[in-house]
């Protein structure tokens, strides 16, 4: 199965200061030169240095780990049609990196996944795709084998922008060794410095191409954040978010 359609560029507080040009295979896509500050959320419990990239790392199950799950934020990103490049909004990127290495198989459905955002509720992500292997909404992690599962939340109208979303809480499920396994893991931002590179075998790269197909999940109208995302459905997709997953800044608490 082929993720969304992407191309990734850094998310910045300030205005960009340019446009420069990516051509991939067979499509166009533009992105934007930034200047500093740059946000990142990391999570508040659990949290571990992966590849380069803050991400909650939980043993599964607690008591007898059997393998891992672990989840990270990618940022806000674009989000929209690659038809038109002024049809844009602003959804949470989260990933969710199932480790199973068990000898049973372990399965996650994409429309159990939540965010929680205080004043504002639930919302259950609008999109998602994950790598080789079954399609959401179901994923399905062999055993001794590892899932990428990437989830797209947009945002509320009025939370568009990082320094209006200080943190947000993610409240996920996944069936493992014949049982649920349910946390809420807590996010908060945090500027930081642009690193001159990042790991290529933890990303998928800094520029590349993600089209159908993928999961839209046709009740997110009644139980997400923004009622437009259903627009975008059955089309290549246009995302762009930070091309890096950065250098942290010392935390002031």
Known sequence: MKPLHVAFVALSACPRRGLRRVVGPGLLSLFATTCEPQYAYV????ATVIAGHVAADYPIPKEAPRGDVRVASYGIADFGSSR??????????????????????????????????DGYGRSVPAYASANAGSAPPTITVPPMGKRVVDLFFPLPPDLQRA???PSFDVVW??????????????????????????????????????????????????????????RYAGHPMYIHRSETPGRFTPRAH
């Open 84 to 117: 038109d490049k002024d049809d844009r909004l602003r959804a949470l990127h989260l990933r969710v990196t199932l480790i199973d290495n068990g000898d049973r198989a372990w399965t996650m459905d994409t429309r159990e996944q939540l965010v929680d955002l």
């Open 173 to 230: 499920k996944v069936n493992a060794e014949d049982k649920a396994i349910a946390e809420r893991t807590p996010f908060e931002r945090i500027v930081v410095e642009p690193a001159a590179s990042y790991d290529p075998v933890y990303d998928y790269g800094a520029d590349y191409y993600w089209g159908p197909p993928y999961f839209y999940d046709p009740l997110y109208g009644h139980r997400g954040y923004y009622r437009g995302a259903g």
């Open 43 to 46: 999570p508040v419990t659990n």
């Open 163 to 165: 320094e209006r979303l």
